[in-house]
C-alpha cells in the first residue's frame, strides 16, 4: 500500500502536466506545426524508438557526458581536496577559480571548435568545464564545514595527518561530494544539449536543433523528453541511492531521518 502511495505521489505531477498539456493542444492557441499533443509526441517516440534513431543518437550523448563527467571529477576531486588542505594551494587557485566559474559552459563553444572541431571531443570539452565547478565548489564547501574540534579529538587520540583525512575529512565531505556530483551531471547534460546543437553532428542536441530547421515540434519535445527521462532515471536509481547508502555507511545521515 505504501509502494502505490509513493508511485501515485511520483506520477501524479506528470500526469497533471500532461492533461494541461493536451488541453492546451485542443484550444488551439498555436499551430498543431508549433504545438504538437501529447499524442503526436507519443507517436513520434514510438516511431523514433522503433527505427533506432533516439537510441543511437541517446548513446551517442551518454558516452559524450560520461567521458565529460568522469574527466571533469578526474580533475575538480583531486584539485578540491588539494585546495581544502593546503593554504597555500587555495591562496594559488582561489582566484583562477572564481574567475573561470563566472564563466558559463557554454561560453567555451567557439574555443572547442577551434581546438577539437566539430564532434565529440568539442563537446565533451564543454562537458568538462560545466561539470568540473559544481564538483570543485561543493567539495571546497564540505571541507569548510568540517568541525575543527572533530580534527583535534582525532588528533588527541594519536591520529596523523593521514589519519584525520581519512576518518574525518573524507567521510564529513562526501555529502557536499556527492550533491556536487548529481549538480555537475545536471549542469553536464545542459551543457551537452547546447554543445550538440553547435559543435556536433549528431547525438540529442544536434537532433533537436536539426528537428527545428525542419518544423517537427513533435521530435523537438522528444528529444527533451529522452534527456529529462534519462536523468531522472539516473538520478532516482543510480545517484540518489548512492548517495543514501554512502553517506548512511559513514553514519552522516540516520536511516529513520532519512526514510522521514
Known amino acids: 500500500m505504501k509502494a502505490a502511495r509513493t508511485l501515485f505521489a511520483e506520477l501524479f505531477p506528470f500526469a497533471v502536466a500532461v492533461a494541461i498539456w493536451q488541453a492546451l493542444a485542443m484550444a488551439g492557441i ?3 506545426v508549433l504545438f504538437p499533443s501529447p ?3 507519443a507517436q513520434t517516440f514510438a516511431a523514433d524508438l522503433a527505427s533506432g534513431v533516439l537510441l543511437v543518437n541517446l548513446a551517442v550523448s551518454l558516452k559524450s ?5 568522469v574527466v571533469g571529477c578526474a580533475i575538480a576531486v583531486p584539485l578540491g581536496y588539494l585546495m581544502g588542505l593546503s593554504r597555500a594551494s587555495r591562496n ?7 574567475l573561470l566559474q563566472a564563466i558559463p559552459g557554454l561560453a567555451w563553444i567557439p574555443f572547442a571548435i577551434l581546438w577539437f572541431g566539430l564532434g565529440q571531443g568539442a563537446v565533451t570539452f564543454i562537458i568538462v568545464m560545466s561539470v568540473f565547478f ?5 567539495l571546497l564547501t564540505g571541507i569548510r564545514m568540517v568541525q575543527p574540534v572533530l580534527i583535534e579529538a582525532v588528533r588527541t587520540l594519536g591520529a596523523n595527518r593521514g589519519d584525520v583525512i581519512r576518518h574525518v575529512i573524507f567521510p564529513a565531505t562526501l555529502p557536499n561530494l556527492m ?4 549538480l555537475g551531471i545536471a549542469f553536464g547534460f545542459r551543457s551537452l544539449v547546447g554543445g550538440e546543437m553547435i559543435a556536433s553532428t549528431d547525438g540529442l542536441g544536434y537532433a533537436i536543433f536539426n528537428a527545428q530547421q525542419y518544423f517537427q515540434s513533435a521530435r523537438i519535445v522528444v528529444g527533451m523528453l529522452a534527456i529529462g527521462i534519462v536523468w ?16 548512511m ?9 532519512e526514510q522521514a
Open 39 to 41: 499524442l503526436e509526441v
Open 30 to 32: 498555436w499551430p498543431k
Open 92 to 98: 594559488f587557485f582561489d582566484p583562477l577559480v572564481n
Open 65 to 69: 557526458l560520461l567521458l565529460g563527467f
Open 134 to 138: 559544481p564538483v570543485l565548489h561543493n
Open 179 to 182: 550533491t556536487g556530483i548529481r
Open 249 to 257: 555507511r559513514w553514519g552522516l545521515v540516520r536511516e529513520g531521518l
Open 232 to 247: 531522472l532515471a539516473m538520478d532516482r536509481l543510480i545517484l540518489r541511492p548512492i548517495e543514501q547508502r554512502t553517506t
